[in-house]
T-cell receptor, first 112, second 110 residues
């Protein structure tokens, strides 16, 4: 069965610094998608970044980038130049055809 | 504007009183899904639908029903709500690999 593990329930980072959120997953599939979602206090689920497993190149979206290690089944999110608006719960997710499996989340605090 | 809408956004009800949470998308997506979010548990899938008239159970289907009579709508039905169904509910839809989420419905069952 596929599982997604986020080992850091909470993290804090100083504004303008860089922070990395970790995620590991377990699957026997070779082709899949991985996502990071952000959930701010409004509770809206916002897609941050997406990675296709068949692509070796790590996805990047502005200040957000991933370190995708397929063999190690690791998918960490790096946030550069952290901003106060980055404070949120972050969910790592694995996509298979019928559903997305979510980790339990990492709450990120930004310290001014 | 492409979006997934849910109604109501907030609901307080009592044990045993049937309720329906509506979900609608305007993107002609085939796939739709319901999740519940509880503290410390992340999001867990309740039911999903791959297309019209095709629905299947997710990880936590007990106490819920769904229907998919038309592509754009995917209502979640609680026939006899119980306090353990107090949660934040999300509807989502997708055509490709990315799911788009509705704004969430916060349900409190007394």
């Amino acid at each position: 069965a596929q599982t997604v593990t986020q080992s850091q329930p909470e993290m804090s980072v100083q504004e303008a610094e860089t922070v990395t959120l970790s995620c590991t997953y377990d699957t026997s599939e070779s082709d899949y998608y991985l996502f990071w979602y952000k959930q701010p206090p409004s509770r809206q689920m916002i897609l941050v970044i997406r990675q296709e497993a068949y692509k070796q190149q790590n996805a990047t979206e502005n200040r957000f980038s991933v370190n995708f290690q397929k063999a190690a089944k690791s998918f960490s999110l790096k946030i550069s130049d952290s901003q106060l608006g980055d404070a949120a719960m972050y969910f790592c997710a694995y996509r298979r055809p019928d559903k997305i499996i979510f980790g339990k989340g990492t709450r990120l605090h930004i310290l001014p | 504007e492409a979006q997934v809408t849910q109604n109501p956004r907030y609901l307080i009800t009592v044990t045993g009183k049937k309720l329906t949470v509506t979900c609608s998308q305007n993107m002609n997506h085939e796939y739709m899904s319901w999740y519940r979010q509880d503290p410390g548990l992340g999001l867990r899938q309740i039911y999903y639908s791959m297309n019209v008239e095709v629905t299947d159970k997710g990880d936590v289907p007990e106490g819920y029903k769904v229907s998919r009579k038309e592509k754009r709508n995917f209502p979640l039905i609680l026939e006899s709500p119980s306090p353990n169904q107090t949660s934040l509910y999300f509807c989502a839809s997708s055509l490709g690999k990315t799911q788009y989420f509705g704004p969430g419905t916060r349900l409190l069952v007394l």
